[in-house]
């Protein structure tokens, strides 16, 4: 099992994206996604979030609201992934030359036209929302083939 984290760091109607190549062997190559990564033993989601914003990015955010968590079963390696979403409004800083990728800030009306993982398009728009939510998206090679959520 592995403990993630994932957040969309928003500004002027804009969302700051991450277009994955750079990496060797990435499992998303060639895909826009925000910004996270896996959390180190014993730290926080909160911090988990903050520490990866930093190091892909360059930015120091603070206050990352926690909009809900989703569960990838069986993603990578057979092992399941969950994964906690945020969206931080508040930083300073500049952005560097990212590590895993290319950095660009994306118009909020255009982020669905990304290449995106098929689960990001349906799970992206819940970020608007108030209700916060769990949910389950299964893939198979791949490919987006079921999900389910609860809003609470």
């Known amino acids: 099992m592995k403990l993630a984290t994932l957040c969309y760091v928003k500004s002027n109607k804009q969302t700051l994206m991450l277009h994955r190549i750079k ?12 910004l996270g990564g896996k959390l180190h033993p014993g730290e926080t989601p909160e911090a988990c979030a903050i520490r990866e914003i930093y190091e892909e990015s ?4 603070t206050n990352p609201r926690l909009h809900g968590i989703i569960t990838f079963p069986a993603f990578s390696q057979n092992e399941d992934w969950y994964c906690f979403l945020f969206t931080a409004t508040e930083f300073t800083g500049s952005l560097i030359d990212s590590p ?3 950095l660009a800030w994306v118009d909020d009306d255009k982020l669905l036209g990304l290449n ?3 689960g ?6 819940w970020l608007a929302n108030e209700a916060f939510f769990s949910a389950k998206f299964e893939y198979v090679n791949g490919e987006l083939v079921d999900y389910d959520v609860v809003f609470y």
Do not use: Q
Request: proline fraction near 7%; avoid cysteine.
């Open 120 to 125: 990001d398009r349906i799970f992206i728009p």
């Open 116 to 118: 995106l993982w098929p």
């Open 23 to 34: 990496k060797a062997n990435d499992m998303h190559a060639g895909k826009w996604n925000g």
């Open 100 to 102: 895993e990728g290319v």
């Open 58 to 61: 360059g930015l120091r955010v």
